[in-house]
């Protein structure tokens, strides 16, 4: 009943199959070890005691379900109070079971009993120690019952707590995957508003000054470059072609906003350009070309994207030979969101190295593996 | 002077934001446009030379930003009113720092720009650009995203603040801003004489509190005008209760 809902149902349940068979298992090693010692031991009757210990013993198994329909109504409690109630609970199962006991084994069918107790006569001291009343048989047979009943309850509560654990791993887990698609997803959304609200800056310039065309292409340029960025799912790969053509667009909008200072190159291996790379991985890495190698220089400055193939590999490379201050070993959040990527989808396969060259400016290296065709 | 026309320098690093600028300007008649410069250090040794009444200030430029154009100008004599023009708004902490007349996001509509004018002329008017020379070590105003635009608040007017995450909200008036900012710079830049913060994440002005409540196990609420409780931090008692001695 349990395994239908197993996600939503209480942090504390073991599988009603499991909880069975370990009853069962309980008695059958208690029959059989209680039998064997019998043998051992050649205690009298025998043969009467194993078919009594037998009907005893399906009682016992009814005694230990209930005992675990009564723990299973807990399972919404903390493990204190479920521990707690299982010492009480074994408590009464165990004066059941006992009960059940003394009337099989002295009331219903004394047989083997007084088998035991003739036997017993023949011994110095054990003459007087019969003829105890009831009450205190069952009561000094359900102490030892109780230990029988409270191992396995805590048994049980082992099982259930594990199981709890290893739900609450799974739901870590889930929550961990789900985590990270959303912060793909928020990286892949991400809008350099910056970026944004200077293009249009521009375009309204452009529309002031009457240059139409150039104003359309500008709109046309920046609506194609957030399309690209905004439709497809964001752990989607795309042909290192597809990634290199936005990438242009964003740089030829660039271009219009830094006429003076930015130029660009790329040098693309035809083998590499079929390359599947996860969509958008160059935005970062170009965006911060723009921001600290363009943007504060007053001097032209060359941004070069250069991709092969090496071996096993792809190796894309974005540089620029600009001299805008950057922390060398590249903490940046940009940066740190092209190694989140790669990481989530390569895991220790894809890395990214960055460093001042010395030739001055900056570069930045994916190294990722080479995946020919297929996106 | 307010008669006559503002001579305006236009300082923007890139060419086509220049370009609207300058064709924005040419529709407002008060504005006589005498130059322009593509970054931080060729607008101040233009402005040393033309002295010009009114400069847009673009804020991301090369060599020496906005920010640090109109802070070496603070205390420049009979120094020029500033309107900042920037394209995103997270340059508004630093900006409030520096006195400016106006702060304007691009792209800037033609109406928006003539009221930023029009503040330049009353403020150029009034003779307010008189060397700075930091008034106060306490911040007078701040700059406020509201809407697309960015608003003035006065120091004087932030009922309280509370920190967001990496933000800051200003209440003022019942209405708040967001701006970003730590609490400890901001409480650092406020006027401890009217404000007093109560707990690692509020601060309130202190004409505010109407009285301090004990609840008990030396847990202090600070009751403010307007009924809302301010759970007192321990490290804070002291000074909350010097003042309300007071």
Not at chain 1, 330 to 359: I, M, P, Q, S
Not at chain 2, 45 to 68: C, E, Q, S
Not at chain 2, 91 to 102: I, N
Request: glycine share 6%.
């Amino acid at each position: 009943m349990a395994v239908e809902n197993n996600r939503e149902s209480t942090p504390f349940t073991v599988p009603h199959r499991v909880a069975m068979l370990s009853i069962i298992a309980f008695w059958v090693f208690y029959y059989v070890s209680i039998t064997l010692r019998s043998l051992i031991i050649d205690l009298p009757g025998f043969w009467f005691m194993l078919d009594n210990r037998a009907w005893v013993s399906l009682f016992g198994i009814g005694f230990t379900y209930v005992l675990y329909r009564a723990l299973r109504l807990l399972c919404h409690h903390t493990l204190r109070v479920r521990v707690a109630a299982a010492f009480l609970f074994s408590a009464v199962a165990a004066t059941a079971y006992s009960t059940v006991n003394y009337l099989s084994f002295y009331v219903y069918d004394p047989q083997p009993y007084e088998l035991q107790k003739r036997a017993g006569e023949q011994g110095p001291d054990k003459s007087k120690e019969k003829e105890k009343e009831p009450a205190n048989l069952i009561a000094e047979n359900a102490i030892g019952w109780y230990f029988f009943f409270v191992s396995w309850s805590v048994f049980y509560l082992a099982l259930s707590y594990a199981g709890a654990v290893r739900a609450s791993e799974r739901e870590t887990a889930r929550l961990r995957a789900a985590t990270q698609t959303a912060e793909l997803r928020a990286l892949r959304y991400q809008v350099n508003p910056h970026f944004l609200f200077n293009t249009l800056n521009s375009i309204s310039a452009l529309v002031m000054s009457g240059k139409r065309e150039d104003a359309e292409a500008m709109i046309l340029n920046l609506s194609t470059f957030f399309r690209s960025s905004l439709a497809s799912e964001p752990t989607d790969d795309v042909p290192l072609a597809d990634e290199i053509a936005v990438q242009k667009l964003y740089l030829e909008i660039e271009a219009v906003r830094f006429p003076e200072r930015l130029r660009t190159t790329f040098e693309i291996e035809p083998a590499a350009s079929g390359a599947c790379v996860p969509g958008l991985i160059l935005q970062p890495l170009i965006e911060n070309a723009v921001k600290y190698g363009v943007a504060p220089a007053r001097r032209p400055v060359q941004i070069c994207v250069r991709a092969r193939v090496n071996g096993d590999k792809l190796e894309v490379t974005v540089s620029d030979d600009g001299d805008g201050a950057r922390a060398a070993n590249g903490t940046g959040v940009g940066l740190r969101n092209v190694r989140d990527r790669l990481t989530a989808r390569f895991g220790d396969a894809a890395w990214l190295t960055v460093g001042k060259r010395a030739e001055g400016g900056f570069t930045a290296m994916l190294t990722l593996p080479l995946v020919p065709n297929g996106c | 002077m307010a008669a006559e026309r503002l001579r305006t320098l236009i300082v923007d690093d890139e060419p086509l934001a220049v370009e609207r600028m300058q064709i924005l300007c040419a529709g407002i008649s008060e504005i006589d446009l005498i130059g322009t410069a593509s970054d931080g250090e060729a607008a101040l040794r233009l402005i040393d030379a033309l002295n010009p009444d009114l400069v847009l200030l673009d804020i991301a430029m090369p060599h020496r930003d906005g920010i640090g154009v109109a802070t070496a100008l603070a205390d420049v004599a009979s120094r020029p009113a500033v309107i900042f023009c920037t394209a995103f708004e997270q340059h508004a902490v630093a900006a409030f720092d520096v006195a400016a007349v106006d702060y304007v996001l691009k792209p800037v509509s033609a109406e928006r720009l003539a009221r930023a004018i029009g503040r330049a002329i009353e403020a150029v008017g009034r003779g307010r650009m008189e060397p700075q020379v930091a008034s106060s070590r306490w911040i007078e105003e701040f700059w406020v995203p509201h809407r697309s635009e960015m608003v003035r608040v006065s120091a004087g007017d932030i009922e309280r603040v509370d920190a967001e995450r990496d933000y800051m909200r200003l209440g003022v008036g019942g209405r708040s801003y967001l701006i970003h900012q730590t609490i400890t710079e901001l409480e650092r830049r406020l006027d401890p004489d009217r404000f007093i913060r109560l707990h690692r994440s509020t601060i309130v002005r202190k004409d505010r509190i109407a009285k301090l409540r004990h609840d008990g196990l030396g847990v202090w609420h600070a009751e403010l005008a307007d009924g809302d409780l301010v759970r007192i931090g321990r490290t804070y008692q002291a000074a909350a209760k010097a003042i309300m001695a007071k």
